[in-house]
T-cell receptor, first 112, second 112 residues
Framework: DAGVTQSPTHLIKTRGQHVTLRCSPISGHKSVSWYQQVLGQGPQFIFQ???????GRGNFPDRFSARQFPNYSSELNVNALLLGDSALYLC???????????FGPGTRLTVL | AQSVTQLDSQVPVFEEAPVELRCNYSSSVSVYLFWYVQYPNQGLQLLLKYLSGSTLVESINGFEAEFNKSQTSFHLRKPSVHISDTAEYFC??????????FGSGTKLNVKP
């Protein structure tokens, strides 16, 4: 079975631009969470979605938004990119949001 | 707000020696606790978790962690490490499965 997939794997943007990152959960999983991992730090929680509804939100500005589609895939959108948004963005899926989360390989975003 | 502290950013240890990776959290309510491992060039994988019941939890590859409520700790231990245990280890907590908080990680370097 395929694990959590994320696209693209790498992305380079300039300040002020907008970016969309995509995540496909493991088949049957209904919950998707997004994390930001800055180099040298642990993952920081951004959002959790379950059955297309937002269930949790971390301490991130409104420039960050997400949504979940009927097939349970998800998009993370970041507007007005800043240099500090450069990070590895991780997606994790789970059956219902509780218990074990399965992580994807991440999208490396570089903002110049 | 919850926070997770991993006191050691790097732990060097010789093969077959015991190791302890420390994790402390701050929370006034009941929490769920997790250890994740990230091998070089791979994604995050769940190593073990404490949800309820016995305070000592074990993984399939010989690691164990003990939940200590009075000391708000969830230290990870292994009596004899192998070269293949070289990885970065992350402690995480959640109190409702809607938000997860990760520590900054501990890099375990097992030397021959």
């Amino acid at each position: 079975d395929a694990g959590v997939t994320q696209s693209p794997t790498h992305l380079i943007k300039t300040r002020g631009q907008h970016v969309t990152l995509r995540c496909s959960p493991i088949s049957g999983h209904k919950s998707v969470s997004w994390y930001q991992q800055v180099l040298g730090q642990g993952p920081q929680f951004i959002f959790q979605y379950y059955e297309k509804e937002e269930r949790g939100r971390g301490n991130f500005p409104d420039r960050f938004s997400a949504r979940q589609f009927p097939n349970y895939s998800s998009e993370l959108n970041v507007n007005a990119l800043l240099l500090g948004d450069s990070a590895l963005y991780l997606c994790a899926s789970s059956w219902s949001g509780g218990g074990e989360q399965f992580f994807g390989p991440g999208t490396r975003l570089t903002v110049l | 707000a919850q926070s997770v502290t991993q006191l050691d950013s790097q732990v060097p240890v010789f093969e077959e020696a015991p190791v302890e990776l420390r994790c402390n959290y701050s929370s006034s309510v009941s929490v769920y606790l997790f250890w994740y491992v990230q091998y070089p060039n791979q994604g995050l994988q769940l190593l073990l978790k404490y949800l309820s019941g016995s305070t000592l939890v074990e993984s399939i590859n010989g690691f164990e962690a003990e939940f200590n409520k009075s000391q708000t700790s969830f230290h990870l231990r292994k009596p004899s490490v192998h070269i293949s245990d070289t990885a970065e280890y992350f402690c995480a907590v959640s109190y409702n499965f809607n938000k997860f908080y990760f520590g900054s990680g501990t890099k375990l370097n097992v030397k021959p």
